[in-house]
Each structure stands twice: as C-alpha cells, then as structure tokens.
C-alpha cells in the first residue's frame, strides 16, 4: 500500500494555475503535520509549504503570496494550489510529514512525486 501518492502535475506557461493533491494514510494523517517539497533538476529537495495538523500554514519566500497549502482531514488529502506560477517552479513536487519525514524500515520513504513544469 502506498504511503504518499502525488497527483495533480502537468506543462503550462508561466503566469498559469494548478492544483496538486496527495493522498496520505489514513492512520498518520489526520495526527501529523505535512508538507509539500520541491526538487529541482540537479538541486536538492527544498520545504515549499507546511501545515500543521491544526491548519496553521507556513511557506518558502519564493512561493508565498502565490502558493497555498491545505488538508482535508476527512479525506486524508493534502493540497498544494499554485497561482502565478514561474519558470523556477519546474520542479517535481512531493508530500510529506513534518517536522519528521516518513520513514519506513528504517528509511526516509518518499512518494513518486508530480511533475510540475512551467515554460516561459
């Protein structure tokens, strides 16, 4: 069964909107903080957007004012919308707990992530 399952990817040009959704465990969900992480190519993976399992949302510099993070606990599905996107928001994009990622026989478990690209 998978942990984290990422949707919601796609290809559009700048100043674009798009959705991602995560699909979460039920069982861990409702009880932990998430977040959605970034990865670039050739860069390491970067904190985009948190929230915590009260709600309350926390973002990067980079995307705040254009992205916004939320969860419905009833559907143990975490959100990422994305306005004004940019060129430097190509990425593919991940779910995860936080502050403590997943972890899985003694591994950091990562979903297969969203693709995300935007053309200028």
């Known amino acids: 069964q998978a942990q984290l399952v990422e949707s919601g990817g796609g290809l559009l040009q700048a100043g674009g909107s798009l959705r991602l959704s995560c699909s979460a465990s039920e069982t861990m969900f409702r009880h932990n903080g998430m977040g959605w992480y970034r990865q670039a190519p050739g860069k390491q993976r970067d904190l985009v957007a948190t929230?915590?399992?009260?709600?309350?949302?926390s973002y990067a510099d980079s995307v705040k004012g254009r992205f916004f993070i939320s969860r419905d606990n009833d559907k143990n599905t975490l959100y990422l919308q994305m306005y004004s996107l940019k060129p430097e928001d190509t990425a593919v994009y991940y779910c995860?707990?936080?502050?403590?990622?997943?972890?899985?026989?003694?591994?950091?478990?990562w979903g297969q992530g969203t693709q995300v690209t935007v053309s200028s």
């Open positions: 929230i915590s399992n009260g709600g309350e949302s």
């Open positions: 995860n707990y936080f502050p403590s990622l997943l972890r899985i026989n003694g591994r950091t478990y």
